[in-house]
């Protein structure tokens, strides 16, 4: 076992934990953030998606003693006072979810994305977000998510 | 699925590492990013008793210039090399491969170093690294270092020049300033790796090559130069028909692989006119 400190979502957690376990299985079963999902065993999908000092990792490709003296922030994380994050509510406003099941690393890599370009094109956010898999969208309302959320004009 | 136990050391410096791996022998294995040695262990198609990680080493990681060339610490990640203006000024071919290798995550993660010692035959940038002329400084037992040139540094799938026991500390890369680049990454789907790729790098004067530099990515078991077509760009214009021409014998001597994605003579076609097109985009940039 190694003792690892991490900051999570604005708190300070120290837990012990076997090397071999990865930062999306310490977030899930030690710190119960069920928030961020599996949903490969590739690290394809993107679906686990969460932030490493402030960059976008995919969190099953991550060990959690990796992540030792650093900062998470995931999908649990972006809501503030009941409010949601503007990347939130613009998936909600552009209906940029179906089963929802990508939906948290969705959020977590656009939100990366407008960090590193705040007015991408269409084609720059279909490019930012291409590893993360949609199977129910077609992707299209993610898209227009994105563009809301930069504050630019969605064509119809 | 979750990796076998290992051990997990995190030493701090590069003389750590050393001394931690000669004590290891081949139980141990290094871990950079993780990008490409974590789906691994997952899938359990190798189990060591103990990883060894490079990330708390101060030193290895950073970009900067000795005289003509630009060095990078080998755990440099992706995204530090694509963000990089000196390595955008110097080695535009290095920067644009760069980020065409997987997905803003993996960049976010993944190294330089850890990406060229895995030497996955489609990896990307062993093909730009080849056609910069870089060198790869590697240290063994007791700090001993010596510098081994990208054309002696890949030496099967996956497997470098990089020995057991030994640590890449940095890629050296001479400075190419004001060069055109570009690398043709060929697939069908976003987010795959290269069916066939070519990185070319053109030095213009007015409307004519005066050198060229190009890399092969997946067309055989290393990066592969085509030294033929380097040749035959000397003096041509930047034209469609010239660079046709001289774009043609770019799979001569390869022996690409057949697999799903496509064959070996379709791989060789594809050679030539991902050639012509990485040349004429790299004059014109
Ligand atoms: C979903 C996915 C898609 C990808 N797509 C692409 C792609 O399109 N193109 C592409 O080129 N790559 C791709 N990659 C691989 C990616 O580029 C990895 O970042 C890279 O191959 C490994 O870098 P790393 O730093 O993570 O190395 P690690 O995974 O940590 O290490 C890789 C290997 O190198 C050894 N090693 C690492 N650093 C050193 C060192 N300094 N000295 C000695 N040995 C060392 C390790 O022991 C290990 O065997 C993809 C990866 C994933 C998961
Ligand atoms: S669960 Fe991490 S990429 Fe699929
Ligand atoms: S909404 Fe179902 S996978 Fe994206």
Redesign the pocket.
Same mark, same amino acid.
């Given at each position: 076992m190694t003792r690892i400190t991490v900051q999570v979502d604005d708190e300070s957690y120290t837990d012990e934990v076997e090397p071999r376990t990865l930062l999306v299985h310490y977030l899930r079963e030690q710190l119960g953030k069920t928030g961020t999902v599996v949903g490969c065993d590739?690290? =394809?999908c993107g679906a686990c998606t969460v932030h490493l000092d402030g960059r976008s990792v995919?969190s099953c =490709?991550v060990l959690a003693v990796q992540a030792d003296g650093h900062e998470v922030t995931t999908i649990e994380g972006l809501a503030k006072n009941g409010e949601l994050h503007p990347m939130q509510a613009a998936f909600h406003e552009c209906h940029a979810l179906q089963c929802g099941y990508c939906t948290p690393g969705m959020i977590m890599q656009s939100i990366d994305l407008l960090n590193e370009n705040p007015t991408p094109t269409e084609k720059e956010i279909r490019a930012g977000l291409e590893?993360n898999l949609c199977r129910c969208t077609g992707y299209h309302n993610i898209v227009r998510a994105v563009q809301t959320a930069s504050g630019q004009e969605v064509a119809s | 699925m979750i990796p076998v136990q290992f051990d997990y050391l995190a030493p701090e410096s590069v003389e750590d590492a050393l001394a931690a791996l000669a004590e290891a022998g081949d139980d141990a294995?290094?871990?950079?990013?993780?990008?490409?040695?974590?789906?691994?262990l997952r899938l359990r198609l190798n189990s060591p008793e103990k990883v060894i990680d490079?990330s708390r080493i101060p030193g290895?990681r950073g970009i900067s210039e000795e005289g003509d060339t630009i060095v990078i610490g080998?755990?440099t990640?992706?995204s530090d090399v694509v963000e990089s203006e000196l390595v955008g000024q110097h080695a535009l071919l290095l920067q644009k491969t760069v980020a065409?290798?997987?997905?803003p995550q993996?960049?976010h993660?993944?190294?330089?170093?850890?990406?060229l010692?895995?030497a996955?035959p489609?990896?990307?940038?062993g093909a730009a690294a080849l056609a910069l002329d870089a060198e790869f400084v590697?240290v063994g037992p007791g700090g001993a270092t010596r510098t081994v040139p990208a054309s002696e540094f890949f030496v099967d799938l996956f497997e470098t020049a990089?020995q057991e026991g030994?640590?890449?500390?940095q890629v050296r890369i001479p400075k190419h300033t004001g060069w055109g680049a570009r690398y043709e990454?060929f697939v069908r789907v976003a987010?795959?790796?290269?069916i066939v790729a070519v990185a070319a790098t053109v030095k213009m004067e007015g409307g004519t090559i005066t050198e060229a530099r190009i890399g092969l990515t997946n067309m055989g078991s290393i990066p592969l130069r085509a030294t033929s077509v380097e040749a035959a760009l000397l003096g041509q214009p930047a034209t469609e028909e010239a660079v046709k021409a001289a774009s043609a014998t770019a799979a001569d001597g390869t022996n690409p692989p057949s697999d799903l994605n496509g064959d070996s003579d379709y791989r060789k076609h594809l050679a030539g006119v991902l050639t012509r097109r990485a040349v004429l985009a790299a004059a014109g940039s």
């Open positions: 590739t690290s =394809n995919k =490709n590893g | 294995k290094i871990m950079a990013g993780g990008q490409s040695l974590l789906p691994v490079l290895l080998a755990m990640t992706h065409e290798v997987a997905d993996i960049r993660r993944g190294t330089l170093g850890g990406a010692v895995h996955d489609a990896g990307d940038i590697i990089v030994e640590l890449l500390t990454k987010h795959q790796w290269a």
